[in-house]
């Protein structure tokens, strides 16, 4: 472990909970440099001084899962589910990880734990919109998209996923007013990806000329 790493984790136990938010920061910033064995050795150091910390629990499971070990990752999830049992953090996060693992029906029951939480959570929704997505199921993921545009009626990439999933359902003209109205409540450095979805709605229509016309606002 590098000397600022250990010094990280140096007496924590005694620190102050703006102190242990600054080692969760050292922590992120030595994963992010790939140093995940003294990002870990800082984690394990936080939860000795606060044992139920979420945010050194999920992040032990995160670098779990950036080493590839996602049985360990799950575990830390689920250990984090368990002592944060109102907070639907670690169950989207699982949905997540289930769906990389295409383990469809695990992420489908972590789904309705987390709704039973929050019916409107939008970060489970779009867990589990883009895990029916991608095990096929285009119409259970439009469900699930639409409760997270409910939810956030202003995020872009929310958004942007019911539109692509009313077009892979061939609802063309339904796809075209969501990018549309998208673009009504985007900021302007989220419009891109609107525009660049409205030509490939246009793509599917042949309209030539409205594709260039989305083309030229996308530059």
Known sequence: MSTAAAASTG??????????????????????????????????????????????LMGLGNLARLANDHAIAETRYVEAAAIHP????????????????????????????????????????????????DRGDQSAALAAFEIAVKSDPKHTGACAEVGRTLMALDRLDEAERTFTEGLQVAAPDQCLILYRSLASVMRKK????????WLRQAH
Do not use: C
């Not at 169950?91 to 029906?105: C, D, G, K, P, V």
């Not at 695990?106 to 589990?128: V, W």
């Not at 042949?206 to 016309?213: E, K, N, Q, T, W």
């Open 86 to 133: 109102r907070s639907t953090w670690p169950l989207f996060t699982l949905i997540n990880l289930h769906s990389a693992q295409r383990q469809w029906e695990q992420g489908e029951d972590i789904a309705a734990r987390a709704f039973a939480l929050n019916a409107t959570d939008f970060h489970t929704a779009m867990a589990i919109g883009r895990l029916r997505r």
């Open 206 to 213: 042949s309209d030539l000329p409205a594709i260039v016309i």
């Open 11 to 56: 007496q924590i136990a005694t620190l102050s909970a703006v102190e242990i938010a600054q080692r969760r920061t050292d922590a992120e910033k030595l994963a992010a440099a790939g140093d995940l064995p003294a990002a870990e050795a800082v984690y394990r150091a936080i939860l000795v001084a606060d044992l139920k910390n979420i945010y050194a």
